[in-house]
């Protein structure tokens, strides 16, 4: 074979590479990733009948469901996250993948999810699939351009893959699945005002009228902050109170939710808030797999 043609060859894999990498990112792995591992807790939780089938088919199509809705949500974004430092290397901005063929990826996949977990589990469960697709690219993706409470928007979306799980295992859902619900709603504020102060320059220069971009001082960011945590403590304390649950996870509870109120109090002072923006971040993400992985070890000992 020719130089040319072990050049042609190379370039051509490559390309091929870069190209599936691309698709791949396109879907947000990690993202999905946690909206499947929390969709698994309420499953677990839920206490289910071992039934491979439904789990098998519950996974997978959570999966499908938060990767295509992250397909979408990049689609939709394309603009602005050429213009965030940020964001610039996604597989849009970056020219790995075409914005038609994304469009056309992130339907195909959303509805094949959707329809995996309605057939092959209950109409409920593909119900709230498709409503998580829709309450994230239809809602919370639009409005992030119009108001500051398209956070909170969000963190509604983002709270219902828990509910997902639990309509899988039950067929309905009971006040444990709401209270993990209302656990996912509040401990997202704290950890996304944290991201949203320390890129708060770069949502400025694409234009999201974030709370952290209004908010010049912080002051709002952090107070919002702080509210979110004393209230994601007192919810996440409620599967002790009502009888869900033991003392295995409320000690764990009330460790990680002390530890993270305190987080969120440094936060408060402006002198050190960039600091502890971050150290508030990386604490909401250890805080939220401890909190929820005992509750399942917790409900499973007492089962």
């Known amino acids: 074979m020719s130089t040319t043609s072990t050049n042609i060859v190379t370039k051509t894999d490559n390309s091929s590479k870069i190209s ?27 206490l289910p009948s071992k039934d491979f089938g439904i789990l098998f088919n519950f996974s997978i199509g959570t999966a499908l469901c938060a990767a295509g809705a992250a ?41 094949v999810g959707v329809l995996q977990l309605g057939l092959g589990v209950n109409t409920l469960t593909g119900a709230l699939g498709a409503a998580t697709i829709l309450s994230y690219v239809v809602i919370y993706t639009p409005m992030k351009k119009m108001t500051r409470w398209a956070t909170e928007l969000g963190a509604i979306s983002g709270a219902l893959p828990p509910l997902i799980g639990w309509a899988a295992a039950e067929n309905g859902i009971s006040a444990l699945g709401w209270i993990l619900f209302g656990i996912l709603t509040f401990w997202q504020l704290p950890h996304f005002m944290a991201i949203a102060w320390s890129f708060r320059h770069d949502y400025e220069k694409a234009g999201f009228p974030m709370l952290s971009v ?28 009502m009888g869900f649950s033991g003392w295995l996870y409320g000690s764990i509870a009330t460790i990680f939710g002390l530890w993270l109120l305190k987080r ?35 409900r499973w000992l007492v089962s």
């Open 214 to 241: 209004l908010d010049k001082t912080g002051n709002k960011v952090a107070r919002w902050s702080m509210i979110n945590a004393i209230a994601l403590f007192i919810v996440s304390l409620l599967p002790v109170a």
């Open 264 to 298: 969120a109090y440094e936060f408060m002072k402006e002198d050190q808030r960039d600091i502890m923006a971050k150290k508030l971040f990386f604490n909401s993400i250890i805080y939220l797999p401890a909190v929820l992985f005992t509750l399942v070890i917790d």
């Open 71 to 111: 397909t979408l949500n990049q689609w939709l974004e394309k603009k602005e996250d050429s213009i965030m430092e940020r964001t610039k290397d996604r597989p849009l901005p970056a020219g790995l993948v075409s914005p038609h063929v994304a469009l056309l990826q992130g339907i195909i996949i959303s509805i």
């Open 20 to 46: 599936w990498a691309g698709h791949y990112e396109l879907t947000k792995p990690r993202l999905s990733l946690l909206s499947v591992i929390t969709a698994l807790v309420g499953y677990l939780a839920a």
